[in-house]
Nanobody, 121 residues
Framework: QVQLVESGGGLVQAGGSLRLSCAAS????????MGWFRQAPGKEREFAAA????????DYADFVKGRFTISRDNTKNTVYLQMNSLKPEDTAVYYCAPTHFEGSSWYPDYWGQGTQVTVSS
């Protein structure tokens, strides 16, 4: 089992930046890909970004390309999501998760507790 703790969310004005962190502990050797997902009020959870555990491969949803960057630090077992040029529609709870690709999309294996991101206009 892997424990996940997200942090770094908060309130920011449109155009601002935030960096989310996801600290993993436990059986992390089993993780091949880590992803960030988000869920806005009244909407389904959606994929935002993914990174291989080796860090040499990334993938992004179209709506975050050019604005968000996923990265990782092996020494800290932590995955980051740098979010720039934030928009009000980015408001959501952001979750990190071990992730797998199936069909044409990424899916989470399980969730952390999430961190709230609120972007004001």
């Amino acid at each position: 089992q892997v424990q996940l703790v997200e942090s770094g969310g908060g309130l920011v004005q449109a155009g601002g930046s935030l960096r989310l962190s996801c600290a993993a502990s436990g059986s992390i050797f089993s993780i091949k890909v880590m992803g960030w997902f988000r869920q806005a009020p009244g909407k389904e959870r959606e994929f935002a970004a993914a990174i291989s555990w080796s860090g040499d491969s990334t993938d992004y949803a179209d709506f975050v390309k050019g604005r968000f960057t996923i990265s990782r630090d092996n020494t800290k077992n932590t995955v980051y999501l740098q979010m720039n040029s934030l928009k009000p529609e980015d408001t959501a709870v952001y979750y990190c998760a071990p992730t797998h690709f199936e069909g044409s999309s990424w899916y989470p294996d399980y969730w952390g507790q999430g961190t709230q991101v609120t972007v004001s206009s």
